[in-house]
């Protein structure tokens, strides 16, 4: 299973930062997606994620009212466009597939992108 991000890399404060997951359509079909972010020397946590039944999104405190998920269904990916960025925004980015649909419970993760910003 591929989860293919794109969008990383250096970004100034204030910027606004886009991350593109692309992965095959049995996967954009059958699991929820979503976004992770690995801080330095932290745990991986969830940012954001959408369902793939209803298209509901969950956004995490740190991120709700900058963070912006979309499902694309041209393009069998997930895009997450965050406003207004921080240097504690600096950390490693994960893209997440998991099957909510039963048999629940089988999660895929990209192999991560990192976005630094600098102020």
């Known amino acids: 299973v591929q989860l293919d991000e794109s969008g990383g890399g250096s970004v100034q404060s204030g910027e606004t930062l886009n991350l593109s997951c692309a992965t095959s359509r049995d996967i954009f079909r059958i699991y929820d997606l979503g976004w992770y972010r690995q801080l330095p020397g932290k745990q991986r946590r969830e940012l954001v994620a959408?369902?793939?039944?209803?298209?509901?999104?969950n956004y995490a405190a740190s991120v709700r009212g900058r963070a912006t998920i979309s499902r694309d269904n041209t393009k069998n990916a997930v895009h997450l466009q965050m406003n207004s960025l921080k240097p504690e925004d600096t950390a490693v980015y994960y893209c997440n597939a998991y099957r909510f649909i039963q048999p629940a419970g089988e999660t895929y993760w990209g192999k991560g992108t990192l976005v630094a910003v600098s102020s």
């Open positions: 959408v369902s793939t039944i209803e298209g509901r999104t």
